[in-house]
């Protein structure tokens, strides 16, 4: 057992070998904050750390703990409007108009292990020894309403989850406005936080501010988690870096839309709010009906951020990614999209997967523009019957092709989406999203289909089970290329069109879950428009990612390094594409994106005929370098070891699970003349083991993380054999294998 109930004091204590978090049920029967951080010793009264006052102005109810004003008390999951003037968790809207509630104790049970989430992703177990899950029953005996609040501890790891649940008990119908999934009060606001911003091509850029008095807040509301904004947020104290130091993360396994949020109040105690975006949400619950809220993961550690990054990747990997492909090696890709566009047919396609093949390449991936009349992005979405002009044979006869070639064949969707200039669109005009009387807005010439319909999400279904059943297909790209506007679904109530966002991401679930149970060995990427919709959600589906539409190497390196801090190596797609590259014209060396992509699933996005003889035999040696590599890269030990979002040169490394291999990669954007000497600390070896560095020499593990790996080349004025002349854009790996001998030379 460790989640501790005292029965005396009313007071949980979620404890396990790395954190504690512990809050009890006050006399009034609300359940307040007292703890969170690094484990404590449990005891039966943590009394003492309920600091609470009635301060002037303060509103204090008239029973129970009349000492203390809401406003003043740490709370577990608040409410607004009974005298805590903060942002609230939940807000019920009841027939009389009122949106007051109030919840006080009733029970709580602990169980062994962690329940499901019914319809929702969600970080689950294996065995039931490896969490406990405490449900701690509330009631506002007004409104009927009754909520549970479900913590989930891991028994290894500072990791809990939490979500709620709420129930009407009562006899009238109510909406609830409002249901975050994690409330947290922390009783300072010494805290940087670190958010994941950016747009299209430039995701997850790590924005670092300080907390203070006042709110500081992310969220979406396109419909997905979003390129602007991701769902994971890092709260680290100020003088904690990459190897040391406290820092918690909240993640939010969901896809729609979010907010998570800071509220610094001006006695500096932090209010963490995460959940559904509460902007146009609203969930009707007739009596006996229940709103289940998706799940976020509370991670804390006191030793730094790779080490918070490492507890997300191993959970994440583990128990969040289902079925085959969990802990699996990904297979090498080509994709056909850069390197056609929409101008293919067979031949051409079959042209490209030969010399992939030819090159070692394992998959081959067919993009956008396979379908009903999609020559271009005008038209044929929602068509998802392959065009007898491009594909004579269709996919069934393509995939044979490609799967006789001896690679596997896969396919991009897009189901969510139609174009008006499609027969979907023409046979069902009101599928989609749009408010009556309105001219709802394109994107892309695209509107969005109303997945809060079940019988829209099993048309999609019917449609995309039929291809996959009828071909050879090892590998999906699930892409959404706009965000969600004109949410108004013309099959809903008027009282109920709030639901309307949430029921949309609940249809793209629901038939994730059902392609992934006909089809288990499929691997699915998703995507959306490059990294839209990159969430701890989608990971439950789909085990890997696109990680972002800008493929240029020196880019890639700083998306990649911004989407560690909360997602693993083996989750991002990440591909050696033409130059100059697409989106921004650069021209970087063959060599640097491929030491780039390597540090992701890897794959390539261009037409490798293209290439010059030599250039291909360079790709033969990437895609075998990478094949004898990646179990270290993609399943092993990540460490991010300096930053390009603040140096010219950066590095990261993996190191496998006996630390007896590992990998640098190391990268330059712009060359300098005659500059200092550089020297890359690594992290993670075994201090007492000697490495083998390429072919060039032996270090102790204690000498490489502390004294660090010597990366001077010819900028520093080193000259000789093997010394690289510098060059923009410059890469380098370093293959680190303990060597037999235990001294070196
Ligand atoms: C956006 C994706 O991110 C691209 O990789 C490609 O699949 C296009 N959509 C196709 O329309």
Known sequence: MFIYFHEKTRTFHLQNEKISYIMCVLESGELAQLYFGKRIHDREDFGYLLEGAIRSHSAYPQDGNCGISPEHIKQEYPAFGNGDFRQGAIEILQKNGSRSCRFRYVSHRITAGKPKLSGLPAVYTEEDGEAQTLIVTLEDTVCGAELELLYTLFADEGIITRSARITNRGSEAFHVTRAMSLCLDLPDNEYDWIQFSGSWARERFPVTRKLDIGI????????????QQNPFVILKRPNTDEVSGEAMGISFVYSGNFRISAQVDPYRVTRILTGINPTWFSWKLEEGESFQTPEAVLVYTDQGLNR????????????????????????????????????????????????????????FVLDDGWFGARRNDDAGLGDWVAAKELLPEGISGLSGKVEALGMKFGLWIEPEMVNPDSDLYREHPDWCLHVPERTPSLSRQQLVLDFSRPEVVDHIHGMIAKILRESKISYIKWDMNRSITDCYSVAKEPERQGEVYHRYILGVYDLYERLITEFPDILFESCAGGGGRFDAGMLYYAPQAWTSDDTDAMERVRIQYGTSYGYPVVSMGSHVSAVPNHQLGRITPLKTRAEVAYFGTFGYELDLNRLSEEEQE????????????????????????????????????????DRTEALVGFYRTLSQANIHFSRI???????????????????YGDELMHAGLVVSDGTSGKTGEGILPPSDFFSRLFLLRAAEKDKPE
Request: aromatic residues 12%.
């Open 681 to 699: 600390r690594l992290q993670g070896l075994d201090p007492e083991k000697t490495y083998q560095i390429n072919e060039e020499g032996c270090c």
């Open 618 to 657: 360079q790709v033969r040696e990437y895609t075998e370098f990478m094949k004898k590599h990646r179990r270290l890269i993609q399943l092993g030990t990540f460490y991010r070891l300096q930053s390009p979002f603040e140096h010219n040169e950066s590095a990261w490394m993996v190191v496998n699970e």
């Open 308 to 363: 918070l990054s490492q507890i997300y990747h191993r959970l994440y990997r583990e128990r969040l990614t289902r079925g085959v492909w969990k802990n699996k090696e990904r297979p090498i890709l080509i994709n056909n999209w850069e390197a056609t566009y929409f101008d293919f047919n067979e031949e051409k396609l079959l042209k490209i997967a030969s010399k992939a093949k030819e090159c070692g390449v394992e998959l």
């Open 216 to 227: 500081t807040q992310i969220e979406s509301l396109r419909g997905h988690s979003s390129h």
